[in-house]
């Protein structure tokens, strides 16, 4: 086990963290204005040559740390150069979570740590689990719009923990910090669509909600993963907005 702050690591998650922080922090990056460049190169030159793979825990010990703090660094940094939405008010409409798979039940209320949903848990941790998704968050409207699209989408079909509603989803993208409840997050990633939804799509068209296909389209309809800041409780019903 690795940890990093309050954060932990099993040696996968530190592995599958590795691999992921560039393109991470590439999709924070787009449409800002090389912000976060800096970071970028940073992580781009200290994992250059590594097969991450191969790596030892010694070498994971030492590399891990500081692409984390990177990764932590680019939300602060874009937020105190002003690249912050307006501000907006939705509400947690459902709070979802499964002992496995998807979909995700609803439940009434739950706390969140480090690690997430207390009680939810994934199938398979192979892509998922790791500290940056620790939440999943998708929106209602977006549902809405899959619907009408004849595509079999509910609140927690898609395995999201927060279904929002109430938000601009083009805003709610990676590099941007969240309050929802008690639970401050900062937005991570884009969440990969995997061939387990085929079933909720035509076509088994899954990939309608991949964040490639929202660049070609110019639309916003992908699940976003978020790191817990502050730990808390929360509640179907609970205000989510934009912290300012």
């Not at 787009?30 to 970028?40: F, K, Q, T, V």
């Not at 009434?108 to 740590?113: D, I, L, M």
Request: charged residues 20%; contains cysteine; proline residues 4%.
């Amino acid at each position: 086990m690795f940890i990093v702050g309050p954060y932990e690591f099993t040696r996968e998650d530190a592995r599958n963290t590795l691999l992921a922080a560039p393109k991470i922090l590439a999709q924070m990056s787009e449409g800002r204005n090389g912000a976060i460049d800096h970071l970028l190169a940073h992580v781009n030159q200290l994992l250059y040559g590594l097969i991450i793979e191969k790596l030892s825990d010694s070498e994971i010990g030492t590399t891990l740390p500081i692409v984390w703090t990177a990764l932590s660094e680019a939300t602060p940094t874009l937020r105190a150069l002003g690249q912050i939405p307006s501000a907006q008010t939705g509400v947690l409409l459902q709070l979802n979570a499964s002992n496995g798979g998807v979909p995700k039940k609803a439940i009434e209320a739950a706390y969140v740590g480090w690690k997430g949903v207390e009680g939810d848990r994934q199938a398979t941790r192979k892509h998922h689990g790791r500290p940056f998704q620790a939440l999943s968050l998708w929106s209602a409207e977006v549902m809405e719009t899959l619907r009408s699209e004849r595509h079999h989408i509910f609140p927690g079909s898609a395995g999201e923990n927060i279904t929002v509603s109430g938000l601009n989803w083009s805003d709610v993208r990676p590099g941007t910090r969240v309050r929802i409840g008690d639970v401050l997050c900062d937005i991570s990633s884009y969440a990969v669509p995997c061939k387990q939804l085929a079933e909720l799509f035509v076509d088994r068209d899954f990939n309608r909600i991949h964040h490639d296909r929202d660049l070609e389209n110019r639309t916003a309809s992908c699940r976003v993963y978020a790191t817990v800041i502050e730990r808390g409780n929360i509640a179907a019903g609970d205000t989510v907005s934009f912290e300012q």
